[in-house]
């Protein structure tokens, strides 16, 4: 019931958004689901199974629904003219009917996989279905989504609890570290999920101020980084340390006030934050390295096992979306946890075909962008997105990461199917908001 009352709200909603837009209803259309980010929480869908003597139930989150509602007020002829990434997602969509019909035992692990690539497929319709999509305009608001985050990160730290919807109550302590420690996890839900999460948004953050220069941007690119600190994910740490040396590394003006400039900072910036690191080496180090424990040797022997057990006599079928920990459960009397990189669990779980396609997708998301898009800090910032959500996915099960995946693919996808606009767009933040992405 609670699933029809929200598919019946949505279609006012996005009905009425349509309707009192005179122009460019596509791409307000879009815009207006951004908000739904917000409300990252799940559906119950009746069904529950046991899983290593727990009673779990299957959930579908509220994203999804709503993107299904709205590809079907967006979708159109161009939307599903045959290329690269629709025959991927038919090839991903066929593996997971045969495991759903064949292979599925842990049915929650299947099924948030098996939502998360019908999330990502609505997500390229609409994208598809798209025209004249404003790139800077679209990720421009990504600076509210981020604030909001860092401002319940705060919020999360202050009283322990998670404060989202369906676990409100439930507590950010860390306790599987070698000592006990707050990890707040911010709209993605779990900490691991957060650092990750973090990485993405400053580097949204990141380009929306080197892009428009304006205090929104500023604050917000701060925040996140605040945010990210409070995480606690070192590989989340990784991927902004990558972003911001592709930044610098790529991101040149040619104008001499603009390099004399850099060079200032470049010079005043290196020695500080060295001596920052110098005077706080002995509590980053027990913060992130005595207290957290040494969870990264532990992913590589997990690799390992999954090579040692799982892959031996499934190098083309996989054993099925979602049945790592079942599959070594169940024939080899091992438990584990999920396998923490989601190119390894692709492999192992889906067989060396759809990895292959997976692979060349995610490639070839980056290569279409840099051939559509001319404007350099777009193809600088998809670059540093692309490198940090590579990083970052293949040292935490982000395969199961709803948010992050959702997150990657939008803005991969907007960049892909979005224009830059001709004109020098304002860096006046109030200047920009829903009513002008066409202007």
Known sequence: MDIIL?????????????????????????????????????LGIGHTTIVNGEKIGVGVNVITISLIVLVIFMVNGNSLKLDYGIVFFLSMFFVLILDLLYRAVDLPSYYSILFTYITLFTLYLIFKSTQNLKIGKFLYLFNFISIFNSLLSLAQLVTKKKLLIGGFNDSILYTEGAIDSLRVTGIAGTNNAAGNFSALLVCITLFNF?????????IALIFNLLFSALTLTRIGYLGILIEFIVFLAFYWSKKRKDVLRRIIIYCFSVPIIGLVLLVSADYLINKLVTQRGDTQSSRFIQYE?????????????????????????????????????????????????IFVLYVIFNFWLLIKIWRKQNDKLIR????????????????????????????????????????????????????????????
């Open 6 to 42: 929200l598919i019946f709200f949505l279609f006012c909603y996005f009905f009425t958004i349509k309707l009192i837009s005179k122009t460019d209803q596509q791409n307000k259309l879009i815009c207006s689901v951004l908000p739904i980010i917000f409300f990252n929480f799940y």
């Open 210 to 218: 080197l892009k428009y220069k304006d205090k929104t941007s500023l």
């Open 305 to 353: 096992r999954v090579f040692d057990y799982a892959m031996p006599n499934n190098w083309f079928t996989g054993i099925g979306t979602g049945q790592y920990q079942a599959y070594l459960k169940n024939n080899f009397f091992i438990s584990d946890i999920n396998i923490h990189s989601q190119y390894i669990n692709t492999l192992a779980e889906n067989g060396l075909i």
């Open 380 to 439: 600088i910032f998809s670059l540093a997105f692309f490198i940090a959500n590579l990083i970052c996915s293949n040292f935490n099960p982000n395969q199961y990461y709803f948010v992050n995946n959702v997150l990657y693919y939008f803005v991969m996808f907007s960049l892909l199917f979005g224009q830059v606009s001709k004109e020098k767009e304002s860096r006046n933040h109030n200047e920009i908001s829903l009513h002008n992405f066409s202007s």
